[in-house]
Structure formats: C-alpha cells, structure tokens
C-alpha cells in the first residue's frame, strides 16, 4: 500500500459516532474474514469514509483497499462526508437534521465564495438556525425542504431546534441518541420553562405584595412599570407555552 491515508479531526468529527454496539459489530466482521469489504475513501490522502474500518484494521494488521476521491475544495469535502452519512447511515431523526443543516451551511458558504468570487454582493454571515426563524419566504422554504430531507415534519424540526436551543446538554444528547424522541423532549423543555417563568411570576407577586403599589409607584415610577410590564410578559409566554404542540400553528 502506497497511500498512508490521514485523519483529520474536522472530517471525522463531522461524521456521527457509531454506537459501542456498531463497533464491536463492525470490529467482528472486519476480524472474522481477516478483509475489509468495503475502500476507505480519500481526498488529497485525507480520510473521508472509513475512520472506524481503518482503525479496526490497523490494530488487527489487517489489509485495507483506498479509493481516492477528486473533489473541488475542502468545503466539497464536507458535503460529500454528510451526503455519504444521509445515505449510508441509520441516523435518528435528531442526527439526520443535524446533518442536513450542517450541509445546508456548507452548500450555502460555497455559493457565498462563489458569489464573492464573481465580484456579486456577499450576504450576511448568520447561521442557518438564526436565519431559519426569519419570516419570509426564502426562510420558510428552507425549513421547509431542510425538514423534507431529514424525514420529518416542520413541526418536529421547530421542535428540536427548540431543545438544540433552550435544552440541557443532557436533554440534546438523548434526544440525539435516539433515546428520547424530538417531540418528548420539546414537552419535556416546555414544562420546564413554564416552571421557570411560573416561578419568575410567583417573585413579582411576592415583591407586589410586600412592597404597595402606590409606595413604589410613587418612589419609583418607572421600576413600577417595568415590573407592570414584566409580569405582563411572563403571563403571556406560559399561555402560550401551555398550549399542547399539537394545538400550536406550526412557526
């Protein structure tokens, strides 16, 4: 073998992690025919398909084909990882929007240096969820189609960008596991953040209360009506966030 392939960090960390039961799965069949069935595949000597069956097989001295890929840039690179990842992959719903989104940016950057390039305007810089929550009719055709191509509805993808967004660690990595399903865990947030803001609401009734009124009204006008305002808000977003995601117009 003339080719020592490479490993870098930013390619194998675009790709999801198998599970401690594919690898053992994957080790086993590697070791059981002493071969590889299947090329780790190469750019410019850089692996892009094949980190676990490269490594299986150089702790077990076992023999490995390389395939090398022609691909325009390392942005191309990338896409091809991800494309490779949707196609091959048994990703859980969570994992497969992750992908998608992640090759929406890429594809995206490449069109803005192409642009650029060109000598056409550069747009903005904002990230895909940032932009994903703009309402027009570009933003609304990207989650549209972002959602068609991981498989799940618009509804689930809110949900997930949500606990992406607003979740604990914890919560995301169930949710990217496949443990615990996109539109339990949004519950899950949701009752977390109405108890939050129930409890924020409980605080300004406890100081309206302790403090009357008119006494803080009257030393301090304008604190009187942001705590007015305050409370206001808190009672309009556990309404809203009381109302069952079934019920609620998808964003």
Known sequence: MNILPIIDPEFKGLIPSLSSEEREQLEQNIISKRKCRDAIVLWEGIIIDGHNRYEICVKHGIEFKVEELQLSSREAAKVWILENQLARRNL???????????KEELLRKIARKKQSEAGGDKKSEGSLLSKMKQPNDEQYHVRKDIAAESGVSE??????????EHGSPELLASVQSGELKINTAHRLLTKEIIKQLSRADKMYKFISEAIPPEGLQAANPEMYEKLADLAATLRELISKLAIRPEERSTP
Not at 92 to 102: D, P, Q, W
Not at 155 to 164: A, F, H, N
């Open 92 to 102: 859980s719903k969570a994992m497969r929007i992750e992908v998608v989104m992640l």
């Open 155 to 164: 509804g689930t993808l809110y949900s997930y960008t949500q606990v992406k």
